[in-house]
């Protein structure tokens, strides 16, 4: 059985401001608490190659791997998949975002299945993801918020 998250969150903030915020894949480190680095290895087109580390876990063992995003403005959407997939069999990650009255809906959907010899399985993987993308999204969310003030308080 395969592992997947929905997880969803609404940002008040303009679309524009959202999109190139959260796709803007070299400034994770600042946008997301879990990120240490993000090394872009290669741009082609709507396109991205990248490598994310993680600060260290409570081992000291820093996790490490590459991804590949493709943007499509035109629909909003992002779909990823990991290249390097370390204690994943396959990790897919589609983002979408969608105007709301509120704002802006940022929806993540992940479709994964972990390795036997992984240190989770995928109902673990599951837990563990829904619980952090909770937390990263809230970070986001506050993030983008405040920039969001700050540009609307310069005009």
């Known amino acids: 059985m395969a592992g997947y998250t929905d997880n969803a969150i609404v940002i008040d903030a303009p679309m524009d401001l959202v999109w190139s ?4 894949v070299a ?10 680095s993000a090394e872009i290895l290669e ?3 709507d ?27 035109e629909t ?6 990991r290249v390097e997939t370390g204690p994943f069999r396959y990790m897919n990650i589609r983002w979408e975002y969608e105007q709301a009255a509120e704002g802006v809906r940022m929806r993540w959907i992940q479709d994964f299945e972990m390795k036997p010899e992984a240190p989770l399985d995928d109902a673990a993987m ?14 986001i969310k ?11 308080a310069r005009k």
Do not use: C, I
């Not at 915020?21 to 803007?24: E, R």
């Not at 400034?27 to 240490?36: I, Q």
């Not at 909003?76 to 998949?81: D, E, I, K, L, Y």
């Not at 952090?132 to 970070?139: E, F, H, P, R, S």
């Open 43 to 45: 741009r082609d087109g």
């Open 126 to 139: 599951t837990d563990r993801l829904n619980r952090n993308t909770a937390v990263q999204m809230d970070l």
């Open 47 to 73: 396109s991205v190659t990248f490598r994310l580390s993680l600060h260290p876990d409570e081992t000291g063992t820093v996790w490490s791997w590459v991804s590949r995003r493709v943007v499509d403005e």
């Open 76 to 81: 909003r959407t992002v779909s990823a998949h």
């Open 142 to 152: 506050t993030k983008v918020e405040a920039a969001a003030r700050t540009s609307a």
């Open 27 to 36: 400034a994770w480190p600042e946008l997301f608490s879990e990120y240490a």
């Open 21 to 24: 915020m959260t796709n803007d």
